[in-house]
T-cell receptor, first 117, second 113 residues
Framework: GAVVSQHPSWVICKSGTSVKIECRSL??????MFWYRQFPKQSLMLMATSNEGSKATYEQGVEKDKFLINHASLTLSTLTVTSAHPEDSSFYICSASLGVQGEQPQHFGDGTRLSIL | AQSVTQLGSHVSVSEGALVLLRCNYSSSVPPYLFWYVQYPNQGLQLLLK??????LVKGINGFEAEFKKSETSFHLTKPSAHMSDAAEYFCAVSKGSSYKLIFGSGTRLLVRP
């Protein structure tokens, strides 16, 4: 149980393109979804927290207009990287949580590797 | 502020040997603690978690971890390493009503044949 699907797994596109990444909880309703960015050989950096039906909460230093997050339902959150540039190339990972309390573990998708040429 | 320290960015063991991955945390309130494993080009998989109750927690794939409040540690162990255990391991902490995870920097486990 608690499966999170992330799509696409790999994207290569030209600079200036906008890219949308989907995160779905397949067998549970996710109260909260999270978006992370991971640089090579580094840990995960939380970008934003999204709750269904409300605006996402962004971490300090993350550009809201660059990384658009929509959480339209309890099973789907999307991250759109707008006008992507080479410096946006990274591994993006989403996660979903069953509850709002800290003891609920986050369940992670398999990540999306974004390469901007 | 909370933080997580994983001692050793790389740990190398022989197949069949004991695995010990270290994690220390700092938190002003009782934390919730997690260990995740990441295989190349994949997301993170939950190995085990500590919330309350028994301080020795058993997880998947034969891993276990012990919460030691006096040492602010949550080290991950496995009695006998398998080649398939080679991966990146992350310790993480959240606290109280906050569902945000704070991750350690990760430890890459290498298993020698």
């Amino acid at each position: 149980g608690a499966v999170v699907s992330q799509h696409p797994s790999w994207v290569i596109c030209k600079s200036g393109t906008s890219v949308k990444i989907e995160c779905r909880s397949l067998d549970f309703q996710a109260t909260t979804m999270f978006w992370y960015r991971q640089f090579p050989k580094q840990s995960l950096m939380l970008m934003a927290t999204s709750n269904e039906g409300s605006k996402a909460t962004y971490e300090q230093g993350v550009e809201k207009d660059k990384f658009l997050i929509n959480h339209a339902s309890l099973t789907l959150s999307t991250l759109t990287v707008t006008s992507a540039h080479p410096e946006d190339s990274s591994f993006y990972i989403c996660s979903a949580s069953l509850g709002v309390q800290g003891e609920q573990p986050q369940h992670f998708g398999d990540g999306t590797r974004l390469s901007i040429l | 502020a909370q933080s997580v320290t994983q001692l050793g960015s790389h740990v190398s063991v022989s197949e069949g040997a004991l695995v010990l991955l270290r994690c220390n945390y700092s938190s002003s309130v009782p934390p919730y603690l997690f260990w995740y494993v990441q295989y190349p080009n994949q997301g993170l998989q939950l190995l085990l978690k500590y919330t309350t109750g028994a301080t020795l927690v058993k997880g998947i794939n034969g891993f276990e971890a012990e919460f030691k409040k006096s040492e602010t540690s949550f080290h991950l162990t496995k009695p006998s390493a398998h080649m398939s255990d080679a991966a990146e391991y992350f310790c993480a902490v959240s606290k109280g009503s906050s569902y945000k995870l704070i991750f350690g920097s990760g430890t890459r486990l290498l298993v020698r044949p």
